[in-house]
């Protein structure tokens, strides 16, 4: 620890000073912009922060719980923001705001398909969860199972999906600020990197927490800003909706297809398979279900679920307001024109909300949103690299291949060493995949997530004949047939590999993987005569006690 | 846990009362949550000019507006039912049961 501490302000200094480095050189590639100075001087003021956050934490920071779950000492208030900050990543922020300034009405169908999962993880997760789980969801699959098959199975899909994230975020981030900051996208992705290293190795949970927490109230302010600043500007000052959306179909040449759902769904079998998918994919997540570790109890555990589906819900409004308010603002203004990239924009569809911070607040509000959104990939990278070092430490190596027999210090300092190496692993992957098509990468994370992980984590708290041969099998079926329905599906056989029409129809599987998965921890369990099964049948009656109850549960107040 | 803790938990009415109204309550809120998310992207798989009719006669604003922004706002909604009743009710009787056996 004292190494840690001793080599901590020089890093810090080091980090900064190369990134004013990085910063001012090397700009006469094309496709950059130019040097945004206010951007640079916020974005800076927020990296000093977090890293003052971070050593702040790292003070703290002391014992496996304080790494893994904050202490358990975060409030439903601010876990309930946190959790919002991971939902409202780069992609949901530019992603769909980008969507609607292109396609008007279909971009509200991704954002309310990713809501609507929260409720259901209040009902029938969150508070078992809480009452269950330790630092990862592997502790509840894990309960009363054999743990050594089941810990390998719930890290490796934890894992698959936390670098298929991963991946998608790293790109994200190297585009945005290449074209923020005018900075080269192999240093921005090594940037990312080594910032995320620092926060999660020196700051563990509770530094990740904060950043997340401080991102989500900067990126709250600054949405609102720009949203009800567009809709001020593109309604003629009138605040009216509809005066604005009148103004977008002009804009449009009078096309009122925007005002309506459009191509994305068309299919009703695909549009049932993509609910399940962002709806049930969203329980699945191993970054957000390990927030509600970091909680002291169940009812706390509640109260952020509230408060998270308050904020993402109205993030999402505002998306909304953004893209229509991109439409009016964006559209026939010469300054923001780039006939080359998609939607008519600089920078292509996905700088539309970028774009509409400079026509309604100039460079400076542009340079509080480019920095913002900077802030976004960092926090968001962080939450998810603390989620698959803790994969590899906590459920790999302690409770894998050390079986348990391992001390605290020597389990944090191994996930200390998972997240260098994740890192890193980022890093290569963000360089590796920059002129890759990523778009099936979200298919296939939330067809994992809601395949792989969720069936084994619903049925583990609510099916007391499950066993342990039904899980493994229900879950690797789930993992394998969701990751071969994806490579087989349109996105990748047809758009990706061009291998000519797809075996799959279907661009989300979920709903015959997560069916597979179901029917094969069901008919796997019931098949299960053994004397182990036995046993887990009878365990249930006492984890049933402890998750309904949260007696017994870790760090649960005493009595 | 220790057994005994478990079984006077278990022989507990109220901890039935609590299992049975909870998890009721839980499903029947989740079966809500799922028929009002797939009515909105079923009808929009099925009937999109539904969704694109104007509001109020001559609007630009569509019928899908309220109607997605209703779903958001519904999914609030239901979380604030629920924490409502888990708080009044749920609470209440597992701090009774922890009274009784602890």
Redesign the interface.
């Known amino acids: 620890m004292s190494f840690w501490k001793r080599a901590f302000p020089t890093l810090l200094l080091m980090l900064v000073a190369g990134s004013a480095l990085a910063a001012g050189g090397d700009l006469g590639a094309v496709k950059k912009a130019e040097v945004n100075i206010p951007a640079i001087v916020m974005f800076l003021v927020f990296v000093a922060a977090t890293l003052g956050i971070t050593y702040w934490a790292a003070q703290r920071t002391k014992t496996a719980k304080d790494f893994y779950a904050a202490g358990g000492g975060i409030t439903g208030f601010q876990n309930g923001l946190a959790i919002a900050g991971d939902y409202m990543s780069a992609a949901s922020f530019l992603g769909i705001s980008g969507l609607v300034f292109l396609n008007g ?1 279909d971009g ?2 991704f ?3 990713w ?2 999962g ?3 993880i ?3 997760i969150a508070e078992q969860l809480r009452n269950l789980g330790k630092y990862t969801y592997a502790d509840i699959v894990a309960y009363r199972f054999e743990r050594v098959p089941m810990r390998t199975l719930a890290a490796t899909a934890a894992l698959i999906v936390v670098i298929l994230y991963l991946i998608g975020q790293m790109v994200g981030a190297g585009k945005l600020i290449q074209v923020l900051f005018g900075l080269d996208y192999t240093y921005a992705v090594i940037i990312v990197g080594i910032l995320i290293i620092l926060y999660v190795t020196f700051g563990g949970m509770l530094a990740t927490t904060w950043v997340q927490i401080i991102k989500a109230c900067l990126l709250l302010a600054g949405a609102t800003i720009i949203a009800f600043g567009a809709l001020y500007l593109a309604s003629d000052g009138s605040m009216s ?2 005066r604005m ?2 103004k977008a ?1 002009e804009a449009r040449k009078g096309d ?2 925007i ?4 191509k994305l ?4 079998i ?3 398979s ?2 399940l998918a962002l ?1 049930f994919g969203t329980a699945g997540l191993p970054h957000i279900l390990m927030r509600f570790f970091t909680v002291s109890n169940a ?1 706390e555990a ?2 952020s ?2 408060y998270a ?2 904020w993402i ?1 109205y993030f ?2 505002l998306t ?1 307001l953004m893209g229509f308010g991109a439409i009016v603002l964006l559209t026939g203004h010469p300054e923001f024109a780039d006939p080359s990239a998609v939607g008519g924009i600089k920078g292509g569809q996905n700088m539309a909300a970028v774009n509409l911070s400079a026509a309604v607040g100039g460079n400076l509000l542009l340079g509080f949103i480019s920095a913002v959104a900077f802030a976004t990939i960092l926090a968001v990278v962080s939450g998810l690299t603390l989620a698959g070092a803790s994969a590899i430490s906590h459920d790999l190596y302690a409770n894998v291949f050390a079986h348990g027999n391992v001390d605290e210090q020597q389990e944090v300092r191994v996930s200390k060493m998972a997240t260098v190496v994740l890192g890193i692993i980022a890093i290569l992957l963000g360089i590796a995949f920059e002129k890759q098509n990523i778009a099936y990468l979200v298919a296939l994370t939330f067809s994992v997530a809601a395949s792989a992980n969720f069936p084994i984590l619903l049925m583990s708290i609510y099916y007391g004949k499950m066993t342990t041969r039904g899980a493994l099998i229900g879950g690797w079926l789930g993992l394998i047939s969701a990751t071969v329905l994806v490579i087989v599906g349109p996105t990748v056989w047809k758009e990706i590999l061009q291998l000519g029409d797809p075996l799959f129809g279907y661009k989300y599987p979920a709903f015959i993987s997560m069916t597979i998965a179901f029917l094969g921890i069901w008919i796997g369990s019931i098949m299960d005569n053994s004397e182990r099964a036995k046993k887990e049948h009878e365990a249930f ?2 984890q ?3 998750c ?5 549960a870790e760090g649960a107040a005493s ?1 | ?1 220790q ?1 005994d ?2 079984h006077a ?2 022989s507990n009415p109220k ?1 039935h009362e ?2 049975s109204k ?1 998890s009721r ?3 029947i ?2 079966v809500v ?2 028929v ?3 009515a ?3 009808t ?3 009937d ?2 539904f ?2 009719t104007p509001l109020w006669s001559g ?4 019928v ?2 309220p109607i ?2 209703g ?3 519904s ?2 909604i ?3 039912i ?2 409502r009743r ?2 009044a009710v749920f ?1 209440k009787l ?1 701090r009774e ?2 009274e009784e ?2």
Do not use: C
Not at chain 1, 259 to 262: E, L, N, S, V
Not at chain 1, 548 to 552: P, R
């Open positions: 009405y509200v169908i954002s309310v398909g809501l609507v929260w409720p259901i209040m009902f029938l909706p509809e959306f009148a179909v009122l297809s005002m309506g759902p459009g769904v068309s299919d009703p695909e549009a049932i993509l609910g709806m009812i509640r109260k679920v509230f589906t308050g819900g999402y409004i909304f009656i006492a049933d006690v402890r309904q109850t949260g007696i017994g009595h | 846990m057994q803790l478990v938990i278990k901890y609590l299992v909870r309550f839980a499903w809120m989740s949550m799922l009002i998310y797939y909105f992207i079923l929009i798989a099925f999109k000019p969704m694109a609007s630009v604003t569509t899908g507006i997605g922004i779903v958001i706002i999914a609030f239901l979380t604030g629920y924490i888990a708080n609470d597992n049961i922890k056996v602890l």
